[in-house]
């Protein structure tokens, strides 16, 4: 059976009311809980996993992808209204969607996400289709040394974030790095920096830590220049990006659609890592640089492309070889075991119309996506209306209730209020947040593959194998030519200052 008899038995399989119902209540569920602070693709999917057990096996699993794709499109709704990441994800798209809010332009921020995230998450599944099974057989060769390399790839990116002080954005990430040493050694199994309190022994989680930074520090640095109850923000606007705006950033969707699917097929790296390297990429490539991290509507395009692109990339191991390449695909996996079913090569040729009825749905699932997000833009726009006396106490319960939803634990709340005092103190002395967020995110994964791989093959390791060396090298020309550009600029302005005077 050829591709094209592949996927036309896969969209027969959706023939019937049953399949497409499915597809939209898992668009909506998907969409709400992404929206939702502390409801991760992956925690959504867990969820609804139990309720799939009485359906079919070819429902139940459409229910719980289409919940995964959607999930990664509802982070940025909070991201853009209320600077509140609803996935870690969505840390990236806040960047450049919370400013054009407050500039009035709401309506362009979320049309923009909604737009990059169903074309983005288009091509993720066209790539999944075309290459699942080569690209899976690439991906898994990766050892912890390219690994390594791929995460100080992205850690590379925090030149671009330090909107002309590279020195207070290295200074974040420092910070972001230590945290993440907090908690039991991945390695050694000893407990580092805990002080003996056993809350500390698996670090901070990531969803508490995210809420803070982002969101609590925004109702501090507003409670701190409070003026009184009747403000609320001048102007929210409904309006959608132009065919032209589109157009003109049609370049960083298509190119960080295509980093995302890459990046989501290296189990362990993940939508976060995506869409922070596509920013970065998309900032360097742009004729418009200085706009991002201001309002720029290709920061996010590039955010959202490459997060929702990275779940059609994520599927590849998880369907190919059986091997989840995500936390959400971990879960996945074990849907797939709870209907007798094991994925791999074997299962394209047993249960075709199965698998070739995932690829189906996810690709209907974008058009659902577009119509609801276009259809619920004007009522999310709603949310900002509001007067910040009621705004922002709103955010505040939400990022309690969001840190809280994880486990269940105050610490979480606790840890939450205490990365916001540490996010406002931040933003008051010009450091940006970001860098921490990508530093948590990335620490585990450059340490643990960097001790593997050094206990493996010991230091040469990194001059051995080309692909790691490769990607390093490109690092490291990322992270100096900001730095020596903007080394020039303060020698040219520096040399202007004392001609005139």
Known sequence: MDLLDSMLVGFGSLVGWKPLIIIIVGVIIGILAGAMPGLSPSTAVALLVPFSYTMTPELALILLTTIYLATNYGGSITAVLINTPGTPAAAVTALDGYPLTLQGKAGKGLGTALIASTIGGSIGVIVLVLFAVPLAHIAIKFGP???????????????????????????AILIGLMINMIGIDPISGISRFSFGNDRLYDGFSLIPALIGLFAVSVVFAKAEEWTGFNRTLEKVGSKLPTLKEILEIRGAILRSSIIGTIIGIFPGAGSTIASFISYDVSKRSSKHPELFGEGSL???????????????????????????????????????????????????????????????????????????????????????????????????????????????????????????????????????????????????????????????????????????LAVLIIAVISFLYPLMKQWKEDRAKRAAHSWKT
């Open 298 to 468: 290709e920061g996010v395009a590039a955010a959202e492309a490459s997060n929702s692109s990275s779940v059609g990339g994520a599927l590849v191991p998880l369907l190919a070889l059986g091997i989840p390449g995500s936390a959400t695909d971990a879960v996945l996996l074990g849907a797939f075991m709870l209907h007798d079913l094991v994925p791999g090569p074997l299962l394209f040729k047993t249960r075709p119309e199965l698998v070739y009825g995932i690829f189906a749905a996810l690709i209907v699932a974008n058009i659902f996506i577009l119509l609801l997000g276009l259809y619920g833009n004007r009522l999310f726009i709603r949310v900002v209306a509001v007067p910040d006396a009621i705004l922002y106490p709103m955010i505040l319960t939400l990022a309690v209730v969001g840190s809280y939803s994880v486990a269940g634990s105050l610490f979480d709340v606790a840890s939450c209020i205490g990365f916001g005092i540490m996010g406002w103190l931040l933003k008051r002395y010009g450091y940006p947040v970001a860098p921490v967020v990508l530093g948590i995110v990335l620490g585990k994964m450059i340490e643990t593959n960097f001790r593997r791989a050094v206990m493996m093959h010991g230091y040469s390791v990194f001059l051995k194998e080309k692909l790691a």
């Open 145 to 171: 040394a390219d690994y390594f390399a791929l995460a100080l790839f992205g850690l590379a990116t925090v030149a671009s974030m330090g909107r002309g002080n590279i020195i207070k954005a290295l200074v």
